[in-house]
């Protein structure tokens, strides 16, 4: 299985993930939401462990930059359900779904070899999630001012690229299990501390938790898949192909919801595509 592959697991995973964020955002505490997936995505994550065994023996420096990823990965989980909260769709994903400008240009800086060729493939992979994004059909009249939610976005898109980022480079010396562990650990107890201190409802509802549920699950796969990617060649990419999340949340909304696509929205499935093809090759 090479890193794109990965990306591609966590995209569908983390679509899923986004649909689920799109029913539930208007109904359920978005804290207390977040809280249920990250501690349901563990209680999965920690019995994988326990059944898989074998894992590496404590690191040092890889332990410094897993605490570190769980700082990033609750910062961008937090900019991604406040600004998928606050809405438009199509405001919202292109900017998120900007962050793998940032993770290749980190791995190049870290020595990796990216062609012109290849920056041009990842530039359109998100030009097309960005264009089928842009182009969704919303009627929602009340939604709040841009400024926040632009930000909340940019919050987020920084966070994923720092925490892929500091997560690869902690598996490059011990597993990614471990670091997968540390990293939705640390998120969870800050986490706590901002509900705790924001005194706002710790419970999201008995009516939310098997969807809850089923959204932990499936960010602890696609966070895992992630951080695998650190060990293979050209690791970049797996945050490339992640990022077309966006585009496959209205894929499945028009598959699953009977949502409306339009030719130009096809057009931009069929140009990310084409980049995440090139970027196989």
């Known amino acids: 299985m090479t890193a794109l592959t990965l990306g591609i697991v966590a995209a569908f995973a983390w679509g899923f993930h986004d649909i689920c964020i799109r029913w ?60 998928f909260q606050r809405g438009p769709v199509r405001l919202v994903a292109p900017v998120i779904a900007s962050y793998p400008v940032l993770s290749v240009a980190w791995a190049a800086l870290r020595g990796a070899e990216v062609s012109a060729l290849q920056w041009l493939a990842v530039l359109a992979v998100v030009a097309g999630v960005s264009a089928v994004a842009a182009l969704a059909d919303e009627d929602r009249s009340d939604v709040p001012p841009k400024g ?82 650190g060990l293979m060649p050209d690791a970049q990419y797996a945050a490339v192909a992640a990022s077309c999340f966006g585009l496959l949340t209205i894929v499945l909304a028009w598959a699953i919801l009977r949502e409306r696509m339009t030719a130009m929205q096809w057009l931009g499935c069929a140009v990310t595509f084409a980049g995440i093809g090139y970027l196989a090759m």
């Open 24 to 83: 539930l955002s208007q109904s359920v505490p978005l804290l207390a939401s977040l809280l249920a997936v990250l501690v349901t995505g563990l209680v999965f994550h920690s019995g994988f462990m326990v059944w898989h065994g074998d894992l590496a023996p404590l690191n040092g420096p890889a332990l410094i930059y897993a605490l570190a990823s769980g700082l990033t990965f609750l910062l961008a989980s937090l900019g991604l359900y406040g600004a």
């Open 148 to 229: 926040r939610t632009i930000l909340y976005a940019a919050a987020s898109a920084v966070g994923f690229a720092t925490t892929f980022a500091l997560g690869q480079m902690a598996v490059e010396s011990w597993d990614e299990l471990s670091v997968s562990f540390v990293t939705r650990s640390v998120a969870i107890v800050v986490l706590i501390a901002i509900i705790a201190i924001a005194r706002v409802p710790f419970w999201a509802g008995l009516r939310a938790l098997p969807v809850l549920a089923l959204m932990g699950l499936a960010d602890a796969i696609a966070l895992a898949c992630m951080m695998a990617a």
